[in-house]
């Protein structure tokens, strides 16, 4: 199911606006359906990335990650794009931890589809790759079920206070 992705770009770093600690890399990728994503990877300095994606055409929006094509077969794919994405900053940060946040959207419970009522579809699906893709020999999985948040805490980094370290810089924003 997340075998294939989009072919992607690196575009550019930049120094995040809110915290310049944090670097923002900005990546692209167009889909099946004509459709230009932006995908920003945020790198803490403590060894973690956050990876984010939304529509081109949203960017000015102050919704722009809770908007979809509105096809789910491009949206599994787009998050696979996000996956292979992932698995690329890896290969470069080999002791890298991530974390995702499928925001949630208040009008997603009134649909008929959803199952879950407290998970967004984007948590979901994120949740369903990351236990079915990623091998729990190399990442510890953590879920934060309030804040529709996904840990992945690479093993390689022997830091005891990891998860703290994650919690206290991304988390703590998110509550």
């Not at 949630?104 to 009134?110: A, G, V």
Request: glycine share 2%.
């Amino acid at each position: 199911m997340f075998d294939s992705h989009y072919p992607f770009d690196y575009r550019f770093n930049q120094k995040n606006e809110g915290d310049s600690s944090i670097t923002t890399h900005h990546l692209h990728f167009r889909c099946g359906l004509g459709n230009k994503y932006v995908v920003v990877v945020d790198e803490y300095p403590e060894g973690f990335f956050v990876i984010q994606f939304y529509l081109w055409k949203y960017k000015k929006r102050k919704d722009k990650y809770l908007l979809t094509a509105k096809t789910e077969s491009a949206n599994v794919k787009v998050i696979s794009t996000c996956f292979f994405i992932l698995l690329d900053f890896l290969e470069k940060n080999p002791n890298a931890s991530f974390a995702f946040q499928g925001i949630y959207d208040s009008t997603e419970s009134r649909k008929p589809t959803c199952r879950n009522k407290d998970k967004s579809q984007r948590f979901r699906i994120y949740e369903y790759m990351m236990v079915n893709r990623i091998s729990e020999n190399i990442f510890n999985h953590a879920v934060y079920d309030q804040e529709n948040a996904y840990l992945l805490v690479n093993k390689r980094d022997r830091r005891e206070d990891i998860v703290r370290i994650i919690e206290d810089r991304f988390i703590s924003e998110l509550r």
